[in-house]
């Protein structure tokens, strides 16, 4: 049974810093890229960052670059979301998904296994 499951969302000040982790279980991770997904109250999910399957390349979406960095460690089949100078707008479910194959990095219908999600709120 494939599992993906998130850790380390709450809540933080703007300004402030959280790591998120995903723990992968019943999937050989190392031939999956993997990606953090992100959805706010009545908006649609849409990208955060990705990252492929031998850690070479990493993709972020236009909102956070520069601020939040993704990881994986593939012997603890791990991924990691480093995120910094949060701001309120950065509030919502962060998802951790991967895909073995990908098309459209940014799509979330490209995915095929998904995390249940952690919050993270950012207080003004």
């Known amino acids: 049974q494939v599992q993906l499951v998130e850790s380390g969302g709450g809540l933080v000040q703007a300004g402030g810093s959280l790591r998120l982790s995903c723990a992968s279980s019943g999937l050989p991770f190392n031939l999956y890229t993997t990606a953090w997904f992100r959805q706010a109250p009545g908006k649609e999910r849409e990208f955060v960052a990705a990252i492929t399957r031998n850690g070479g390349r990493t993709y972020d979406a236009d909102s956070v670059k520069g601020r939040f960095t993704i990881s994986r460690d593939n012997a603890k089949n791990m991924v990691y979301l480093q995120m910094n100078s949060l701001t309120p707008e950065d509030t919502g479910v962060y998802y951790c998904?991967?895909?073995?194959?990908?098309?459209?990095?940014?799509?979330?219908?490209?995915?095929?296994?998904w995390g249940q999600g952690t919050q993270v709120t950012v207080s003004s």
């Open positions: 998904a991967a895909v073995l194959s990908p098309g459209r990095l940014g799509a979330p219908n490209e995915y095929r296994y």
